[in-house]
């Protein structure tokens, strides 16, 4: 059975907005937050908004995983980070995204992916995509060009299927 799409508590949905508090400006993962954000907010077509703010309270925070004892592990292979979310009676109330401190290929395009594709998580999503950014195991080549099959649609430019706009826009 497919898990189902959780939305945000409707006081945050109202809003199409999500802040995010980026921990991870760090090593390879600097400046990717800043360079992710408006691209995300371009393919998910306007079905939610993250809006970055440099400190205080963030619906999402951004860290690179190993930091703190609770941290969920990556291993040295991660072509993937982790999105936590927190669940109240009415929708997540917060969420968490772990980026991998080592991944397996450090590609700035890669790292892209993976940041996004948390933040798909974040946002609401479970299940996998077929293609886009919110694919299961992207093959890299090594200009870095990104797809979801030999011969399928490269990224960069990033995309989103429309089945996973759809999904989001059903949850926002
Ligand atoms: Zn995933």
Known sequence: ????????MPKIRDTKILTIRNDADVGLWSGLVTAAVPIFNDKIM???KYNIVTEGKANVIVKVAGAGKDDPKLGATATHGVARRWKGN??????EIYLPATPWQSHRNVLQMILMHEMAHAAGLEEHASDGVFMT???VDQNGNISATKGGR???????????????RAIW
């Open 1 to 8: 059975m497919a898990e189902p799409d959780i939305p945000w």
């Open 46 to 48: 306007k079905a939610l």
């Open 90 to 95: 009415q929708g997540i109330e917060e969420a």
């Open 137 to 139: 195991l992207p093959n």
């Open 154 to 168: 490269k990224m960069p430019a990033f995309f989103f299927t429309n089945k996973t706009i759809t999904r989001m």
